[in-house]
């Protein structure tokens, strides 16, 4: 996946800025990310970390009267930032596409899925309505949907979870994006269910050569789909590389956390896991230097004062951390103390 | 995590209080002019009923057929004078006193009322529900002015009766918002924790139930007290309710509405005063709305 | 069998699996629940909702009991019928082998014994009222008074983490996810109970105050001697902090059984696939294939028989004929299969 020199989608010093509330809340700050043709990177992070945020601004979904938006954001080569009216409406879904966590939210009730697939089939080419039901029944076929000519006149409340979240997966493909974001598609599915979505999303990426980047809060996720992963804290990426060094070598105490907190096999008597203290910051009160300093056993004073920039540690893999050179090897060692 | 603190130092503990709920309420509604605008607009109505033998300059019922029907601007008249001569301004003034308690009561009533009904359905559920709600639903078939104006003319004309008329109509709308507000409530998760500790119905009502359903409610009541004023003048306008020579600005208008081609400003003062109470007041509840949605 | 595993469990749970029969804290006889699904102008009902069909279990003192499975397998259902929050419409649930709301024990008695903490942090703290006046809420309904409900309410504010003095007088919503659900587990306590029933209590936290949650859960069984039943969609934290686990679909057990056995050597093909769709973590080991497929069936028209036969890979024609019954698979380890019950008729039952 070595095409980082011509990237479909380059995100460069995204800061997003809610107002509305009584003070403002700086959502990300500063993202940049690059996603090669092709490629799958996962954005992980806890609620508030920023990644639904930074999937929305791609699309820009950001309500403009309450948002404020700095930075650039291309895809194949066009700046969204600065997308208006007629050009954006053909941008969203035709070249950047979306699929949302509760299909049962984002489809609209009172249609079938065949009457949304069709609707959005037209609204991006100008094709025959025979045409784009054939589309249509194209694509539920390609999710793997059973018997699909049946579930084209189907409700989607007439369908089960699993099968809600394929026939989403069809309407954002049937215009055929090149980009394809997920947020969280499979965190309200049953772990049956999920695997089976999982290996839809790897198995169509691959077939299409979608580029994709795929929002969850859940590392395992994460390793099954992605090449690359991006970990998010209080709205900046902490760490980026690919999934073997981010879980094998994580290098930012935050990721290095996270791994050690998962509760993995069986429990010793007495046994505690290693949690992470405190609790996610404010983002309408962030800390002036590292936001995970708080947290964080090894901050140092200048963790405290200034926010880090990213250091390269070789093969793209980026840490944003003053205190790489304590994080070497030291996974065990670093993992946070045990407390309640 | 856990730190060893003596328990009496705990039970000693000056305890750093929030502040409570409704002082984040008001917190939030006095950052909103247009609310506060609103606010103050009744805060006036209210002191100038109040007040109204002080600051009225004539005696409202006492005319002269010598200075009848004179436009607003006239010397001594500032607001010129009604049909019988008598001073309009004063009549505006103390019409506010007849025209709110007119407006408020009946909502107030029907917010005890409604609220008792509403509140017992939604809790209680199954059969006492539907027998008080398809009940509550009969009287709501009927369109409010018909009822307003059937009940009325069926008690007689007079102001106690026109209160209990529009009591009686403002009683469904209310007991429907309680009954689903309560519905709703009853069913999360906080009511449920208070059952499982083992709580009796009444407690649960009183603690858990009413403190969150009577604030939608009362909102919701809020609204109504424009209709209320409305439905009051148009009483008054038609006979009922409220009758002259009492200053009340629907019967004002009833009674002035003769002269609506000679001086059509002077007929349009009493409507305008029941206009900005009731866009006042719909403009508090919306404010009132929104601030009270502390999570958003 | 895995019984000879160097991790050791807690001493109730290998007693309960022993010669000498523990004395259960907590019983469910053949719970069933079906709700009717409401429908046309009358609000008659033509079909039920099987959320719990014959349930059977019992609660060790000491030890915890995970519960888990798919939506719709009838896991919270079941937590509300043990705590009494809907009634059964047959089968009991019994407290020292006594029935709640009997003159022996009043429900009342029952509820202060049995306590829970749910998925939704906020949902389940009451949006007016402060945190220690939630708390005390409880011990005031038991006749503890004013003062003193508010003195315990600070003392187990200190206990699950949360300095009485900062935290006290705050309301829900000025709380994080995280501290909000120790504020639950707070309430819980104050009613000195024996058993908590967890029903997702951790699901909707951030993975980095799960694991704190999770700890202060274990740090209070040991010291007070909670018992807990624990309920979650979540295998890993299961294998976690449960003894043993019971694993239900659609409104049965499938299986139950200590939570090492289970987890390394589960009898029942859907606990197979169930654990078999946990994610490696391991980016060269990737699930190349799910262990099933579909959903899990609905039910309102549950399948005949054993409710698994329409998605198993080893089903018979016995198996949409007839429903398994729970049968010794292993030391203190029932499963519901044909195959591991010897008189079935299943090819692949053990003769």
Not at chain 1, 269 to 290: F, M, T, V, W, Y
Not at chain 1, 305 to 332: I, Q, W, Y
Not at chain 2, 47 to 55: C, E, F, H, T, V
């Amino acid at each position: 996946m070595n095409t980082m020199s011509d990237p479909i989608l380059d995100i460069r010093g995204l800061t997003v800025t809610f107002g509305g509330g009584p003070k403002p809340v700086r959502a990300l700050d500063g993202v940049d990310l690059a996603l090669g043709r092709g490629e799958v990177i996962a954005l992980l992070g806890e609620s508030g970390s920023g990644k639904s945020v930074t999937l929305r601004s791609i699309l820009r979904l950001h309500p403009p009267k309450r948002s404020r938006i700095e930075g650039s954001i291309k895809v194949e080569g066009i700046d969204v930032t600065s997308l208006e009216g007629r050009a954006l409406e053909s941008f969203r879904g035709k070249t950047v596409s979306m699929v949302f966590q509760e299909p049962m939210l984002a489809m609209d009730p009172v249609y079938t899925v065949g009457q949304q697939i069709t609707e959005a089939v037209r609204n991006h080419e100008k094709i025959s309505a025979a045409d784009a039901r054939a589309r249509a029944l194209e694509m539920l076929t390609l999710v793997r949907i059973p018997s699909p000519e049946r579930r084209l006149a189907a409700y989607p409340h007439e369908m089960s979870g699993g099968m809600r979240q394929r026939a989403m997966i069809a309407l954002a493909l049937a215009s055929k994006p090149h980009i394809l974001l997920a947020d969280e598609p499979t965190t309200a599915l049953d772990a049956t269910v999920q695997v089976q979505i999982l290996l839809l999303l790897r198995e169509l990426q691959r077939e299409l050569g979608l580029s994709m980047i795929f929002v969850t809060h859940d590392i395992s996720v994460a390793v099954e789909v992605a090449d690359r992963i991006a970990v998010m804290y209080a709205g900046r990426i902490v760490e980026t590389g690919t999934v073997r060094d981010v879980i094998r070598t994580p290098r930012h105490p935050y990721t290095i956390g996270l791994l050690s907190t998962r509760a993995h096999g069986g429990r010793l008597e007495g046994h505690r896991l290693p949690a992470i203290p405190g609790s996610p910051p404010d983002l309408a009160n962030l800390p002036p230097g590292c936001a995970f300093a708080p947290r964080c056993a090894i901050a140092a004073d200048a963790c405290r004062a200034s926010v880090p920039e990213p250091v390269d540690l070789g093969g793209g893999h980026r840490v944003r951390c003053f205190r790489t050179a304590e994080t070497v090897n030291k996974v065990a060692a670093l993992a946070p103390a045990v407390t309640s | 995590m856990v730190q060893a603190v003596a328990p009496a130092m705990i039970d000693d503990a000056t305890i750093e209080r929030s502040p409570g709920y409704w002082s984040t309420v008001w917190r939030r509604f006095r950052r909103d002019p247009v609310a506060m605008i609103a606010l103050g607009v009744i805060v006036l109505l209210i002191l100038i009923a109040i007040l109204a033998p002080y600051i009225a300059p004539h005696d409202p019922f006492r005319g002269a057929t010598l200075r009848r029907l004179r436009p607003p601007g006239t010397p001594g008249y500032l607001l010129g004078t009604d049909e019988l001569g008598r001073d309009m301004l004063s009549r505006l003034i103390y019409g506010a006193r007849l025209s709110l308690f007119m407006g408020v009561t009946p909502v107030f009533l029907a917010l005890f009322i409604g609220s008792a009904i509403g509140v017992t359905a939604g809790y209680v559920g199954g059969i006492v529900n539907t027998l008080l709600m398809r009940t509550i639903d009969i009287i709501f078939a009927f369109p409010s002015v018909l009822l307003a104006i059937a009940l009325s003319g069926a008690m007689g004309a007079g102001i106690v009766n026109g209160l209990i008329s529009l009591t009686i109509v403002f009683i469904p709308p209310i007991a429907r918002i309680a009954e689903s507000v309560t519905t709703s409530v009853r069913s999360l998760d906080y009511v449920e924790a208070a059952r499982a500790s083992g709580a009796g119905a009444l407690s649960i009502v009183r603690k858990h139930v009413l403190g969150n359903v009577l604030g939608p409610i009362f909102v919701y009541a809020m609204s109504l007290i424009a209709v209320s004023m409305i439905l009051a003048s148009g009483l008054s306008f038609l006979g009922l309710g409220v009758r002259p020579p009492e200053p009340e600005w629907g019967l004002m208008l009833n009674t002035l509405r003769t002269a609506l081609y000679t001086q059509p400003m002077l007929c349009a003062l009493p409507g305008i005063m029941i206009f900005i109470t009731s866009i006042s007041f719909n403009l508090l509840t919306d404010g009132l709305r929104s601030a009270m949605d502390i999570k958003a | 069998m895995a019984s000879d595993t160097v991790m050791t469990r807690a001493p109730a749970a290998a007693q309960a699996t022993g010669s000498e029969p523990v004395r259960p804290l907590l019983e469910a006889a053949d719970l069933v629940k079906h709700f009717p699904i409401k429908s046309g102008l009358l609000g008659r009902s033509n079909a039920v909702v099987r959320a719990v069909d014959g349930v059977t279990f019992s609660l060790y003192p000491g030890e915890t009991l995970g519960i888990v499975g798919e939506s719709g397998c009838g896991k919270s259902t079941t937590a509300r019928v043990l705590m009494n929050l809907i009634k059964p419409d047959s089968g009991n649930v019994l407290l020292n082998g006594r029935a709640p709301g009997t003159p022996e024990l009043s429900l009342k008695a029952f509820r202060s014994q049995v306590q829970m903490v749910f998925q939704d942090s906020y949902a389940s703290l009451n949006p007016r009222l402060t945190v220690e006046d939630s708390i005390a809420y409880g011990p005031t309904v038991h006749g503890v008074s004013g003062t003193d409900a508010v003195r315990r309410a600070r003392r187990l504010l200190d206990r699950v983490g949360l300095d009485p003095r900062r935290f006290a007088g705050r309301y829900p919503h000025e709380l994080s996810g995280g501290q909000r659900q120790r504020v639950n587990i707070a309430r819980a306590l104050a009613l000195e109970p024996k058993v908590i029933i967890l029903d997702e209590a951790v699901s909707a936290l951030d993975k980095s105050v799960e694991a704190q949650v999770l700890n202060l859960l274990l740090d209070l069984k040991e010291e007070i001697g909670l018992t807990y039943i624990f309920i979650s969609h979540d295998l890993e934290v299961v294998r976690f902090i449960a003894n043993r686990v019971m694993v239900m679909y659609l409104g049965r057990v499938a299986e139950i059984g200590p939570t090492d056995a289970l987890y390394t050597g589960g009898r029942h093909p859907y606990t197979t696939a169930l654990l078999g769709s946990m994610l490696s973590m391991d980016p060269d080991e990737r699930t190349m294939e799910a262990p099933l497929a579909g959903d899990p069936p609905n039910p309102i028209d549950p399948p005949s028989g054993c409710r698994f036969h329409t998605r198993c890979s080893f089903a018979e024609s016995v198996c949409s004929a007839k429903t398994p019954a729970l049968t010794v698979s292993g030391t203190g380890h029932f499963t519901a299969c044909h195959m591991v019950d010897p008189g079935s008729g299943h090819s692949k039952a053990a003769a």
